[in-house]
């Protein structure tokens, strides 16, 4: 696959999942929470190139440090979304500043990780970019599911996550 492809493939998804959280909206199906990060985790590790061959310790390093910060930073963004429950049962969600944080810290650390890749001669590409995306997506998928089952109707009263 492409590096281009990968790139607007990150981007498109990206700009959609921050367009997104700061509106209100009903929480997805439970289908959706698996279905854009296994397509990304699909399309990344299909990518022979994931693993530059050259330097196989250090990447595999850099993609598992990558995996752990988007995993610790799913589980942030999920537990700083606003969620709550209407009169019909429905639940919904918004993003809160605290969320913007969380994605503009996952930024910071993926730049940081790029920069040590490069400073140790590691031939990067787009498909760990995929695959760390595919981990930040899936969990916090799962934390706002986790969380949604323990509510009560709030009927837009504030929760204690603003």
Known sequence: MSAGFNVLIVLAVT???IARQFRARQLDSEKRVWLIPLILAV?????PALVDPHHQVAAICL???GMAVE???GSVWGWTSRLW???DGSVWVKGTPAALAAWLGMMVVRGGLY???AALGVRQGTSDLLLALAALLL??????RWRAERLVASYRVPTLTE
């Open 43 to 47: 399309l990344s590790l299909r990518d």
């Open 15 to 17: 700009i959609l999942v």
């Open 139 to 144: 969990v916090r998928g799962l934390v706002l």
């Open 63 to 65: 993609i598992a440090v």
């Open 115 to 117: 920069g040590t890749g």
């Open 71 to 73: 995993i610790a930073l």
């Open 85 to 87: 429950r209407e009169s």
